[in-house]
T-cell receptor, first 116, second 111 residues
């Protein structure tokens, strides 16, 4: 079974600053996806960024980028130029690549507060 | 395209009752997954349906069941409700494994 660990329950960052959220995972699989989801107070889960394990290059999406260390089973999210709208719960998630079923295993989340 | 819709958005039920939640996926998406979110257990996978067949199931008691219709809409049913079933139930639809798009959730309160 896969496990996902987010060791930072809460973090705070000032507007325009950079923050990094940590995530580690445990799996014996070699083919998988890793995701970061954002859940604002509205509770709608929004995909932030995705990383395929077979790709060595770190994924980036505008102000969001990841540091994927496959050997260390680490998958951190960096948010640059933080904005007030980034305030949310952030969940790291793992999905085994099976070609069929889709099951996400989530971490416990990191609550990010962006302040003025 | 319209996003994933879930109905109802809020629900209050009494212990022992049963409840049915509905999820309409994004047009063209044939996979629908359900998750339960609680403060204590976090986000947990319930089950996934694809083309009216359950492809994957999480570790929940048999009181939790689901189904999918030919138009890909999905329902989940919880029978004999317990206080611990109070949660946000999230539905997600996907076209491929790469992305799951979530609905706004149904907040179920069991009293």
């Amino acid at each position: 079974a896969q496990t996902v660990t987010q060791s930072q329950p809460e973090m705070s960052v000032q507007e325009a600053e950079t923050v990094t959220l940590s995530c580690t995972y445990d799996t014996s699989e070699s083919n998988y996806y890793l995701f970061w989801y954002k859940q604002p107070p509205s509770r709608q889960m929004i995909l932030v960024i995705r990383q395929e394990a077979y790709k060595q290059q770190n994924a980036t999406e505008n102000r969001f980028s990841v540091n994927f260390q496959k050997a260390a089973k680490s998958f951190s999210l960096k948010i640059s130029d933080s904005q007030l709208g980034d305030t949310a719960m952030y969940f790291c998630a793992f999905m085994k690549l099976t070609g069929t079923a889709s099951k996400l295993t989530f971490g416990t989340g990191t609550r990010l507060q962006v302040t003025l | 395209k319209a996003g994933v819709t879930q109905t109802p958005r809020y629900l209050i039920k009494t212990r022992g009752q049963q409840v049915t939640l509905s999820c309409s996926p994004i047009s063209g998406h044939r996979s629908v997954s359900w998750y339960q979110q609680t403060p204590g257990q976090g986000l947990q996978f319930l089950f996934e349906y694809f083309s009216e067949t359950q492809r994957n199931k999480g570790n929940f008691p048999g009181r939790f069941s689901g189904r999918q219709f030919s138009n890909s809409r999905s329902e989940m049913n919880v029978s004999t409700l317990e206080l611990g079933d109070s949660a946000l139930y999230l539905c997600a639809s996907s076209l491929t494994e790469k992305e799951q798009y979530f609905g706004p959730g149904t907040r179920l309160t069991v009293t």
